[in-house]
C-alpha cells in the first residue's frame, strides 16, 4: 500500500526472488526454531547436570567393602545349656558376640602375618558395629554352627569404607576421632592379603535403615516394601474410582450447576499442596479412623486422595478427545450408552488413562511431605509382613528415607542418599518407560 | 391436475410409518425446526431436500432421537412410529434405535477391523446365533452397500484405513446389518463416485421392498431417482411435502420452485 507501484495480489511478482514479506515471515520462523532449541538446550543441560551430580556422589553407594575374617563359634560363650534352642541362645546379647568378631579379626591377622601396633579394640573398630547384630542372627538362625570356626565376610566401618571411596585420606583421618591413621595402614594391609574387597552392594536394596553411627549397614529393604505396598494400594484404589468417576462425569452426568461445582473441585483439588493431604490424612485416617501410624496403608490412602485428581482430569481429557462421532454411531446401532463407553471409547481412551495414571503413580511414588505427617518418617529395621496384613506394619517409603539420610550428619549418608535417589529415578524411569510403551501398545491409528 | 391425484392414490394405499406432528427443536436459543407435519409412508423412500443449514439432518435426528445425546437440544412436538408416540417417557432411545438404523452424513467407522464393524450391530442385538450366522450378515451386509467385493479379501483390517467413500459404503453395510425397520440416511452419496452411487441407490430401492427409508441428499437428480415422496425444507420449515415428480415438476410454494430450479441454495 505504501508503494503504489507494487503489485496488489499476494501472489504477483517473480517466484525467484523472495519479496520481503516472505523474507520477514522466513526470518521470524528461523528465530522461534532458535528460541526453542535454546530452551530444549538449557533443559538438557540442567538435567545432566543433576545426574551426573547425583550420579557422582550415588554411585558409590553400590559398592561396599567387606572384610573376611574366621570367626571361632566357643559354645561356652553362646549356648552353655548346650540345647542349641534358639529361646534360650537369644540370651546372650551383642555385648556377647562382641568380642568372637575381635579375637576373630586378631585370629585371623595372625594366620596372614599381618602385623599391627593397634590394640585389638582400635583394631576391631574396622569392623562395622553392625556385623555384630549379623553374626548373632545368623548364629541364632543357625545354631548347629556353634562349636566350629567359620568364615564370616563383615561389613568395613563406615570410614573404612569411605577410603576405598576417595572420602577419607590419611590427612582428613589425622584429623578424625573416628578413623586414624594406623587402622588405614591396618585396611590396606588386609586388603593387600586379599581379605578385605569392595563388591556390589547386594544389602543397598534388601537391607533395612541402620542407626546413625552406622551408614555402611544402611540399606532401603523397608523403604522399598514400603513404596511398593504404597503404589500397589494407589493403583487399586485411585485407578478404578477415578476412571469410574470421570466416566460417570463425562458420559453420563447431566451438565447442570453441581456437576460444573465439582469439575472446578476436582481441578482445585490437583492443585493442592501435598502436605494439605498428609494433615487430611493425619486427621481422618489415623486419628478419626484409628488406623496405625507410619503403616502402608494410611500412606497409601493418603497418595490414593492425591492421585485421584490427577487420575480423574487425566482420564476426562482423554474421554473427550475420543470423537462424538464414534459415541454417536455406536449409539446409532442401538448401543446403550455403557456399551458405547465401554466397547468403543474407552478403548480408544485408554492410552491417555494408563498414561495419566502412570504418572500420577510416578508422582505419588516420589511424595514426601504428606507422608512425614503421618509417621512414615519413623526409624523402622522390621520388614513389614507380607500383604495384606503387612499394609499395617510400621515402614518408610523411599523420599522419605532418602530425606532421613540426608538429616543425618555422618558424610556416608550423603552416598547413601544420593545412591537412594538413583535408585528412585531409576523406578520412575521404568514407570515412564511402562506408560510410553503402554500407549504406544493400545493407540490406534485413525 | 389429474396426475396428481393419480398419485396421491398410489401413495394412499400405503401404511403410514412416520407421523411427526408440530415438531420443533431448538439449539439453546436456535430455532432449528418449525412446526414440522409430516406423514412418512411405510415401504417408501423420503427425500428430504433443500439448502445447507436448514435443518434436514436435525429433524432426521428426531426421528431416531439421536437429538437427545445433544444438550443443548430440545424437541418438542410429537413423533410417532407405528402409532407410538418415540419421545413418550417409556419409549427406551436405545431399543427405538434398534429399530430406526442411521447413517450419518459424515463418515464415522469405529477404528476396528471392517468385520467388526459390520458385525457390532448383529452382535449387540444377538441377531446372530454363530459365527457361521455373522459371517454371512456382514457378507451380505457388505454386498447390499457394494462393499463386498472391496472389501472381502481384508476384512480384518481396520475400516479406518479404507477411503472415504468406501467408508461411507461400510457405514451403510453396519446400518443395514441390524435390519432396522427405519433406515434414516443423512447424505450418503456425498462421497461416492457415479458407479458406487448407482449401487447405493440399487440398494435403496431394494430396501424399499422392507423398509421405509428417508434418504437426505443435495443431489436433485438422486432425489428423484430414487425417492417416491420429496419434503423440501427451508430455514427449519417444511415448505412442501408431496410426491416426489409434483415436487420436481410443479411445485406449488414459489421457494420450492427457486431451489429445484437452482436460485437458492
Ligand atoms: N449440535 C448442534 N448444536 C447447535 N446447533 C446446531 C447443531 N447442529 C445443527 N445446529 C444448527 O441447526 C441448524 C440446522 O442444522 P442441520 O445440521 O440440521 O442442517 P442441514 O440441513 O443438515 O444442513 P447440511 O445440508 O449442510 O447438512 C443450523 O443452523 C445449525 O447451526
Ligand atoms: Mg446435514
Redesign the pocket.
Known amino acids: 500500500m505504501t508503494d503504489a507501484t507494487a503489485p496488489i495480489g499476494a501472489g504477483q511478482g517473480s517466484l525467484i526472488q523472495q519479496d520481503s514479506r516472505t523474507a520477514k515471515r522466513n526470518a521470524a520462523e528461523k528465530r522461534f526454531k532458535m528460541y526453542g532449541l535454546a530452551a530444549v538446550c538449557v533443559g538438557i543441560a540442567m538435567l545432566i547436570m543433576l545426574v551426573t551430580s547425583i550420579l557422582s556422589n550415588g554411585v558409590s553407594a553400590f559398592f561396599q567393602t567387606t572384610i573376611q575374617i574366621m570367626v571361632e563359634l566357643p559354645e561356652e560363650k553362646l549356648d552353655k545349656s548346650g540345647v542349641r534352642d534358639p529361646e534360650v541362645m537369644a540370651k546372650v546379647t551383642t555385648f556377647g558376640y562382641a568380642p568372637l568378631l575381635r579375637d576373630g579379626l586378631q585370629k585371623t591377622l595372625e594366620d596372614n602375618g599381618i602385623e599391627t601396633e593397634l590394640s585389638a579394640k582400635d583394631a576391631a573398630d574396622l569392623i562395622s558395629d553392625e556385623s555384630v547384630a549379623q553374626l548373632r542372627r545368623y548364629v541364632l538362625a543357625n545354631p548347629e554352627l556353634i562349636g566350629q570356626t567359620i568364615p564370616v565376610e563383615v561389613l568395613a566401618s563406615g570410614r573404612i569404607d569411605g577410603f576405598y571411596k576417595g572420602r577419607v585420606t590419611y590427612e582428613s583421618a589425622e584429623l578424625d576421632s573416628n578413623v586414624s591413621p594406623e587402622q588405614l595402614d591396618l585396611a590396606e594391609a588386609l586388603k593387600g592379603a586379599d581379605l578385605l574387597k569392595t563388591g556390589f552392594n547386594w544389602r543397598f536394596f534388601t537391607a533395612p535403615d541402620a542407626s546413625v553411627t552406622r551408614p555402611e549397614a544402611a540399606g532401603l529393604g523397608v523403604a522399598i516394601i514400603g513404596s511398593f505396598y504404597m503404589m500397589l494400594i494407589v493403583l487399586c484404589l485411585a485407578l478404578p474410582i477415578g476412571v469410574a468417576a470421570s466416566i460417570y462425569l463425562e458420559e453420563f452426568a447431566p451438565q447442570n450447576r453441581f456437576t460444573d461445582l465439582i469439575e472446578v473441585n476436582i481441578s482445585n483439588l490437583a492443585a493442592v499442596p501435598s502436605i494439605v493431604f498428609g494433615i487430611l490424612g493425619l486427621a481422618i485416617f489415623i486419628n478419626f479412623a484409628g488406623l496405625p501410624q507410619s503403616a502402608p496403608i494410611v500412606g497409601g490412602l493418603v497418595l490414593t486422595l492425591m492421585t485421584l485428581p490427577t487420575i480423574i482430569i487425566a482420564t476426562r481429557a482423554s474421554l473427550k478427545s475420543v470423537p462424538p462421532s464414534i459415541r454417536d454411531a455406536a449409539l446409532g446401532l442401538g448401543a446403550s450408552k455403557m456399551q458405547a463407553v465401554f466397547h468403543h471409547v474407552l478403548p480408544l481412551a485408554m492410552p491417555g488413562i494408563l498414561t495419566g495414571t502412570i504418572i500420577g503413580l510416578a508422582q505419588a511414588l516420589g511424595e514426601t511431605a504428606p507422608l512425614l505427617l503421618i509417621g512414615m518418617v519413623a526409624f523402622v529395621r522390621e520388614y513389614p509382613a507380607g500383604p495384606p496384613e503387612g499394609l499395617f506394619d510400621p515402614a518408610t517409603a523411599l523420599p522419605v528415607q532418602i530425606f532421613n539420610f540426608t538429616q543425618r550428619s555422618d558424610p556416608a549418608f550423603v552416598e547413601r542418599a544420593s545412591g537412594a535417589i538413583i535408585v528412585l529415578l531409576l523406578f520412575l524411569l521404568i514407570m515412564n518407560l511402562t506408560a510410553i510403551f503402554l500407549r504406544r501398545r493400545f493407540e490406534r491409528r485413525w | 391436475m389429474n396426475d396428481m391425484r393419480l398419485t396421491e392414490r398410489a401413495v394412499g394405499t400405503q401404511t403410514t410409518k412416520i407421523t411427526a406432528r408440530a415438531v420443533q427443536v431448538f439449539?439453546?436459543d436456535?430455532h432449528?425446526i418449525k412446526d414440522v407435519d409430516v406423514d412418512i409412508a411405510d415401504k417408501t423412500v423420503t427425500a428430504f431436500i433443500?439448502p445447507?443449514?436448514?435443518?434436514?439432518?436435525?429433524f432426521l435426528r428426531c426421528i431416531n432421537r439421536m437429538n437427545d445425546t445433544?444438550s443443548?437440544?430440545r424437541v418438542e412436538g410429537d413423533i410417532l412410529i407405528d402409532g407410538e408416540d418415540i419421545y413418550d417417557k417409556r419409549v427406551d432411545p436405545v431399543q427405538l434405535r434398534a429399530k430406526v438404523g442411521m447413517v450419518f452424513?459424515k463418515p464415522n467407522p469405529f477404528p476396528k477391523s471392517i468385520y467388526d464393524n459390520v458385525a457390532y450391530g448383529p452382535r449387540i442385538h444377538g441377531l446372530a446365533r454363530d459365527k457361521a450366522d455373522l459371517d454371512e450378515i456382514v457378507e451380505r451386509s457388505l454386498r447390499r452397500a457394494a462393499l463386498w467385493d472391496e472389501a472381502k479379501d481384508r476384512l480384518g483390517e481396520p475400516g479406518t484405513g479404507l477411503s472415504g467413500g468406501q467408508q461411507q459404503r461400510l457405514c451403510i453395510a453396519r446400518a443395514v446389518a441390524t435390519s432396522p425397520e427405519v433406515l434414516l440416511m443423512d447424505?450418503p452419496c456425498s462421497a461416492l463416485d457415479p458407479i458406487a452411487t448407482a449401487q447405493v441407490e440399487e440398494l435403496i430401492d431394494e430396501l424399499r421392498q422392507n423398509y421405509s427409508v428417508v434418504i437426505?441428499t443435495?443431489s436433485m437428480q438422486q432425489a428423484a431417482r430414487v425417492s417416491q415422496r420429496t419434503a423440501f425444507?427451508h430455514l427449519g420449515n417444511l415448505v412442501e411435502y408431496g410426491e416426489t415428480g409434483k415436487i420436481f415438476t410443479s411445485p406449488e410454494d414459489p421457494r420450492t420452485e427457486s431451489y429445484i430450479s437452482g436460485r437458492i441454495g
Not at chain 2, 445447507?52 to 436435525?58: F, Y
Request: proline share 0%; hydrophobic share 30%.
Open positions: 439449539y439453546g436456535n432449528a433443500g445447507s443449514g436448514c435443518g434436514k439432518s436435525t445433544i443443548v437440544a452424513q447424505e437426505v443435495h425444507f
